[in-house]
């Protein structure tokens, strides 16, 4: 039975993997690290230092915990350049008809989003209204994959584990909700969601009619 539904945010509600992928590039580039789309696809999902650490075990690169902390927030000062201009056009598609379907069929809504900086990007959207619950990023212990994000949104909403669907872009994401015992559907890329229950190409697929079809 479908009783909830939670979201990750970057890469499914609005296109802000694209910004995590420009601000990490810009900083890479000004380290010296090899950096592009590939590389990018596991730091989908991964808290801000431990998306550091990985960019800089691969320049083989060893910093300070002081130069680490300077890194990433020159990261996140790119990337908050970045979304300053967000706006609710900037929905992906589907997404603002999938939150009022299922606010009126009263499925509950949660969000599971690993940034710091997401209850400012729902704001920015205009989209803060239709979540029951919201994970709080810097409260989290142990990062994707492991469940501890998505169990944490569950029981901000009150809901079994078995009667959510989770919804991702990153393959942590997905072995998070694997983890976690919810219905895992992916957005994006077949080869890196395999393990999702669901995998849609766009955000336009995601239809409350077929949500409530693969829960059973
Ligand atoms: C999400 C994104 C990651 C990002 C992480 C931390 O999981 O997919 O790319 O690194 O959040 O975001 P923050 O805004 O706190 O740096
Ligand atoms: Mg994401």
């Known amino acids: 039975k479908l009783e909830a539904v939670i979201f990750d945010l970057d890469g499914v509600i609005t296109d802000t993997a694209e910004y995590h992928y420009q601000a990490w590039k810009q900083l890479a580039d000004e380290i010296g690290v090899p950096f ?13 230092l431990e998306s550091l650490e990985l960019i800089l075990s691969r320049g083989e690169l060893q910093l300070t915990e002081a130069e680490k902390i300077a890194l990433a927030d020159r990261k996140n000062e790119n990337y908050k350049q970045l979304i300053e201009s967000i706006s609710p056009d900037d929905l992906l598609p589907g997404i603002l008809t999938l939150l009022k379907q299922l606010r009126e069929n009263g499925v ?10 997401a209850p400012a990007v729902l704001e920015k959207l205009g989209i803060t209204q239709y979540f029951d619950a919201i994970a709080d990023a ?21 809901v079994p584990y078995r009667n959510c669907i989770g919804i991702e872009d990153a393959e942590a994401g997905i072995a998070a909700i694997k983890e976690a015992q919810m219905t895992a559907v992916g957005v994006g890329n077949r080869e890196t969601l395999k393990h ?14 077929r949500l409530v079809e693969i829960k059973g």
Request: aromatic share 6%; net charge negative.
């Open 108 to 117: 509950k809504i949660g969000l599971a989003s690993a940034s710091k900086n």
């Open 36 to 48: 592009d789309r590939e590389f990018n696809e596991q730091l989908k999902g991964i808290g801000r």
């Open 196 to 209: 999702a229950d669901w995998i849609v190409d766009t955000t336009v697929e995601l239809t409350f009619e």
């Open 138 to 158: 810097s409260k989290i212990k142990k990062g994707k994959p492991d469940p501890e994000i998505f169990l944490t949104a569950a029981d901000l909403l009150g």
